[in-house]
């Protein structure tokens, strides 16, 4: 069975930082792209990053470029999501996701609430 | 912003048939990119409903059905249960501004 355990999530100031983690097992994480999904009320589900088997390829959406880094490490089947420059409309829960062959979004974490303010 | 626009909620009684739409653009359903729905029971995270426009994954009951035309799909629920109350979110790739996933803005499924 597929797990996904996130952690790290908190209350952070307006320009803070925070880096969020995934715990991987079920199955061999690093033959697998892994993403970030965000949920938050005003915005709803959004895609925030992906990564690929060997950290060569990641992508992110605009609203993070500069500021988020997703990284892994797959010898401890670990994602991450390094947070910088955080701001309000950052607030959100955060699922660590494993995407499926289709542009889909197969298996999902249970979720971590990042809420900026001050 | 979300890119896919659903209804806000829909209802029906037990044993009913409920729709929901998915609107997008030529960007992205209308470019021929495949549709997902996703399930989200309350206080949980979303769940693979349907994938590649009308594939269930294993495990999922075959009440639920999914189709696409032009710039729009649909998610239909028959035999609606109790169970089904949740919110649906329907997603697909846009190949706009560099190309990024996008999900619907979702919909609240009651049943009365």
């Known amino acids: 069975e597929v797990q996904l355990v996130e952690s790290g999530g908190g209350l952070v100031q307006p320009g803070g930082s925070l880096r969020l983690s995934c715990a991987a097992s079920?199955?061999?994480?690093?033959?697998?792209?892994m993403s970030w999904v965000r949920q938050s009320p005003g915005k709803g589900l959004e895609w925030v990053a992906n990564?690929?088997?060997?950290?060569?390829?990641?992508y992110y959406v605009d609203s993070v470029k500069g500021r988020f880094t997703i990284s892994r490490d797959n010898a401890k089947n670990s994602l991450y999501l390094q947070m910088n420059s955080l701001r309000g409309e950052d607030t959100a829960v955060y699922y660590c996701?494993?995407?499926?062959?289709?542009?889909?979004?197969?298996?999902w974490g249970q979720g971590t609430q990042v809420t900026v303010s001050s | 912003q979300s890119v896919l626009t659903q209804p806000p909620s829909v209802s029906g009684a037990p044993g009913q048939r409920v729709t929901i739409s998915c609107t997008g653009s030529?960007?992205?359903?209308?470019?021929?990119?495949?549709v997902h729905w996703y399930q989200q029971l309350p206080g949980t995270a979303p769940k693979l409903l349907i994938y590649?426009?009308?594939n269930r994954p294993s495990g999922v009951p075959d009440r639920f059905s999914g189709s696409k035309s032009g710039t729009s799909a649909s998610l239909a629920i028959t035999g609606l249960q109790a169970e089904d109350e949740a919110d649906y979110y329907c997603q697909s790739y846009d190949s706009s501004l560099g190309g990024s996933y996008v999900f619907g803005t979702g919909t609240k499924v009651t049943v009365l």
């Open positions: 996701v494993r995407p499926g062959d289709h542009n889909n979004f197969d298996d």
């Open positions: 590649n426009d009308n």
């Open positions: 030529s960007s992205n359903i209308g470019a021929g990119y495949n």
């Open positions: 079920g199955f061999t994480f690093s033959y697998y792209w």
């Open positions: 990564i690929n088997q060997d950290e060569n390829e990641r």
